[in-house]
């Protein structure tokens, strides 16, 4: 069993940048792959960045690529999304997710975290 609890959401003007933190607890962390999952309103979730367990693989939605930075360091059990350049329409609810296993591309994740609101005013 994993843990996930998500923090660094907040308001923030179009063109600005947050980070958000995703923290595990449990088991080891290092034998997930995880991902960050976003949830605008009315929407279904959508896949926007996934790590493998050891960070060397990173994939990420084209929506975000090149201003989004997925990172983790597993010394401190945590993932990290570093958000550049947002726009109002990545307003969305935040989730962290893993699944144990080396690497992951999906949604169908095991485990998953409280989710934190991004909101980004234009």
């Known amino acids: 069993q994993v843990q996930l609890v998500e923090s660094g959401g907040g308001l923030v003007q179009a063109g600005g940048s947050l980070r958000l933190s995703c923290a595990a607890s449990?088991?080891?962390?290092?034998?997930?792959?995880v991902g960050w999952i976003r949830q605008a309103p009315g929407k279904e979730r959508a896949f926007v960045a996934t790590i493998s367990r050891s960070g060397d693989s990173t994939v990420y939605a084209d929506s975000v690529k090149g201003r989004f930075t997925i990172s983790r360091d597993n010394a401190r059990n945590t993932v990290y999304l570093e958000m550049n350049a947002l726009r109002p329409e990545d307003t969305a609810v935040y989730y962290c997710a893993a699944k144990e296993t080396a690497a992951y591309l999906g949604m169908n994740y095991n485990y998953w975290g409280q989710g934190t609101q991004v909101t980004v005013s234009s």
């Open positions: 449990g088991r080891t962390f290092s034998n997930y792959a």
